[in-house]
């Protein structure tokens, strides 16, 4: 969602009018967090004025004091899941679901599914199955047929 925000501040003497666009889904711009920081020095204001002022929550401002740079990217490793030990299971298991996956190593079937995408892995369905027995199934419809040309019950 993207609005406008208007809100004035003095400097040298006068005030001026700044208008702020932001997303709201994402993080507010290194410059805005640069210039609310310098109001709240410049007019000695506490973080509650200055969260009421700009409409931000305390702690972002409080974050903002420490560190005022963005965090663009996550430095976590996945913890839990062992990415050769995930490898080795869908080697093993290639038509096993998710779930089942999660199952064997401990895990949550969303963290299963962050992984398989960290590790290149998808599926896509198919329309016969890898274990199909060629010569089974002609077999079973060749008798099928006659069944149905007789015009008799499969079971009885």
Wanted: with cysteine; proline share 4%.
């Amino acid at each position: 969602m993207r609005y406008e925000r208007y809100f004035y501040t003095r400097q040298s003497n006068s005030y001026r009018w700044y208008k702020l666009m932001y997303n709201t889904e994402m993080t507010y711009p290194l410059k805005f967090r640069q210039h609310v920081l310098a109001i709240k020095t410049q007019e000695k204001l506490t973080y509650a004025q200055t969260a009421t002022r700009f409409c931000v929550g305390t702690a972002s401002l409080m974050r903002w004091a420490k560190r005022i740079e963005p965090c663009l990217t996550r430095d976590k490793p996945a913890t839990k899941i062992n990415q050769v030990a995930l490898i080795f299971d869908v080697e093993t298991y290639p038509d096993a679901s998710q779930h089942e996956r999660a199952q064997r190593m401990g895990v949550s079937a969303r963290g299963i599914c962050d992984a398989l995408k960290r590790a290149g892995f998808s599926y896509k369905k198919t329309f016969y199955h890898p274990k199909i027995d060629v010569q089974a199934r002609k077999v079973f419809q060749t008798k099928l047929q006659g069944y149905e040309a007789t015009d008799t019950p499969i079971f009885r």
